[in-house]
């Protein structure tokens, strides 16, 4: 998958071939549709994996022991630190969504939403602990989180100044302590 995604990623879905996926991972042609019948199916194997490694992200965030506004941080971080690691997959996924089928794209609403109920939780269990303000929406500090770190798909750079968990504190410290000074 990693070889497609990164293939798609850089040239667009529409302009590779079967037979161009197929010589990058050692295949014949026959050989590639033994395995995947569609090009589409590639596509939606991508967009599941995506969710997958989304849903277990959050599963570690979860299982861990920290109190619940450490675990929100910790989901800052590590959840900028998994899209960085998987940007080909998710670059696929959300910048080729147009062309996802409609039966693949309902199910992958389905679990985009509750993947957000249970970011939703974790902020609450956050509000409910006394570690955010109780006033704070959950709703819209659930879509701040999502794309704070959901873009990251877009602008990451493995080479640049600061890697995915320096972004994902920096990023967290400015949620939680504030960008405009107390005295403005």
Do not use: C
């Amino acid at each position: 998958m990693d070889t497609a995604a990164a293939m798609f990623r850089d040239r667009g879905f529409a302009a590779v071939s079967m037979i161009e996926l197929a010589q990058a991972v050692g295949l014949s042609k026959p050989g590639l549709y033994h395995h995947w019948p569609s090009k589409d199916a590639i596509l939606h194997t991508i967009v599941r994996l995506s969710g997958e490694i989304l849903l277990d992200h959050l599963d570690r965030v979860e299982q861990q022991s920290a109190e619940p506004r450490e675990r929100l941080r910790l989901y800052v971080i590590s959840r900028l630190e998994t899209v960085a690691r998987h940007q080909d997959l998710f670059t696929v996924t959300w910048q080729e969504r147009a062309i996802i089928g409609s039966g693949a794209f309902e199910e992958l609403t389905r679990a985009a939403e509750r993947y957000r109920q249970r970011v939703r939780d974790l902020i609450d269990h956050a509000k409910h602990a006394g570690g955010i303000k109780p006033e704070i929406n959950t709703h819209l500090l659930m879509l701040a989180l999502d794309g704070m770190t959901g873009w990251s798909y877009f602008w990451y750079r493995p080479d640049g100044n600061h890697n995915a968990a320096e972004i994902g504190d920096t990023f967290w410290n400015m949620l939680s302590q504030g960008v405009v000074p107390a005295s403005v």
